[in-house]
């Protein structure tokens, strides 16, 4: 019984020995991909230097329609005819036609609320 454990452990610091002189040939381990994006930055940790205002509302939604020679004229309609209300504390929505956008003034963003808006921004991407 006793050989048989000896013989055990020989032969498994072997392997262990194989597996080192291979990994050590083979080379460093190739470098770490990169990883998640870093988590939003904190409504607490940006500046309140400037206020979210009407006009700042209305760049950040037309921001999200293409450069496209489309896309361009639909920020210019976009900024003579959209309807802007104040919705929250530095939240604004934004109606042009069916299409309804929430502007969030931390992180300075927007997104669309529904699916005529999301058609827009899909047909402002497309080129002339």
Same mark, same amino acid.
């Given at each position: 019984?006793?050989?048989?454990?000896?013989?055990?452990?020989?032969?498994?610091?072997?392997?262990?020995?194989?597996?080192?002189?291979?990994?050590?040939?083979?080379?460093?381990?190739?470098?770490?991909?990169?990883?998640?994006?870093?988590?939003?930055?904190?409504?607490?940790?940006?500046?309140?230097?400037?206020?979210?205002?009407?006009?700042?509302?209305?760049?950040?939604?037309? *921001? !999200?329609? &293409?450069?496209?020679?489309?896309? /361009?004229?639909? %920020? +210019? =309609?976009?900024?003579?005819?959209?309807?802007?209300?104040?919705?929250?504390?530095?939240?604004?929505?934004?109606?042009?036609?069916?299409?309804?956008?929430?502007?969030?003034?931390? *992180? !300075?963003? &927007?997104?669309?609320?529904?699916? /005529?808006?999301? %058609? +827009? =921004?899909?047909?402002?991407?497309?080129?002339?």
């Amino acid at each position: 019984m006793r050989g048989f454990v000896i013989g055990w452990v020989v032969a498994f610091s072997l392997v262990g020995l194989g597996a080192l002189g291979i990994g050590s040939a083979l080379g460093p381990a190739p470098p770490r991909a990169a990883g998640p994006a870093p988590p939003p930055v904190s409504v607490e940790a940006v500046p309140t230097a400037a206020p979210f205002t009407q006009d700042a509302a209305l760049d950040v939604v037309a *921001g !999200r329609l &293409a450069s496209t020679s489309k896309g /361009a004229q639909f %920020r +210019l =309609e976009l900024r003579r005819s959209a309807q802007v209300t104040y919705h929250s504390a530095d939240h604004w929505t934004i109606r042009w036609g069916p299409a309804s956008w929430t502007a969030h003034g931390p *992180g !300075r963003y &927007a997104e669309p609320d529904n699916e /005529a808006a999301r %058609r +827009l =921004e899909a047909e402002a991407a497309i080129p002339l």
